[in-house]
């Protein structure tokens, strides 16, 4: 499996072979929103790339416009927004991922599974073991966001998305409104 660096090292590469440059920051950008994917990075690369064929400049502005965000990286916003209590925001987050047709009930596990790993990294950063298994990038993205936040509030967002999800799957009310319900009640 490449390293961040390597996917990076990559994209510069292929780049300055077509005669192309891209700002720093525009590189970040693409390799965030591709989460260090060499397979996305390099499909995302040919669309700036036709759509800056004049000047052969990727730009960070064409980058954001361009590349689309995953489910997981919406998801991702959520999660911070819930975490911040900044429940406008993430209900707003929330409702464009309904108007995309995304499933609650799907939402609201790959939440659990972002809160499930900031509970890991957490734990095992306090017990100083290491090894999680899981993506380089996922623990550091992981470690950065745990630092932020206390783990009572972790536990607290964990044990009420598992409520959330048992709601979901039992279908008690109607189910886009459960996971909402969550962010209201968690970020009041």
């Known amino acids: 499996e490449l390293t961040e660096r390597d996917v990076k090292q990559y994209i510069q590469d292929s780049l300055r072979n077509h005669q192309y440059t891209i700002q720093e920051e525009a590189l970040e950008t693409l390799l965030v929103k591709t989460q260090y994917s060499l397979t996305n ?20 502005e064409l980058v954001e416009s361009l590349v689309a965000k995953t ?3 919406n998801i991702f916003e959520l999660g911070e927004s819930i975490l911040k209590k900044e429940g406008v925001k993430a209900l707003q987050i929330y409702h464009d991922m309904l108007l995309q047709k995304e499933d609650p009930l799907k939402m609201n596990a790959i939440l ?8 890991q990294v957490s734990y095992l950063k306090r ?7 899981v993506h380089p990038y996922r623990v550091k993205i992981a470690l950065q966001q745990s630092r932020r936040f206390g783990l009572p509030l972790l ?19 109607i189910k886009e409104m459960q996971l909402e319900w969550f962010i209201l ?3 009041a």
């Open 41 to 60: 990075s390099m499909k995302e690369l040919d669309k700036l790339m036709i759509a800056s064929i004049d000047t052969k400049i990727i730009s960070l």
């Open 71 to 73: 489910l997981e990286q």
């Open 112 to 119: 659990l599974g972002q809160f499930r790993l900031l509970l």
């Open 127 to 133: 017990e100083g073991y290491q090894t999680l298994g």
């Open 155 to 173: 536990e607290k967002a964990f044990m009420q998305l598992v409520d959330t999800e048992y709601a979901l799957k039992t279908s008690v009310g």
């Open 185 to 187: 009640q968690f970020c």
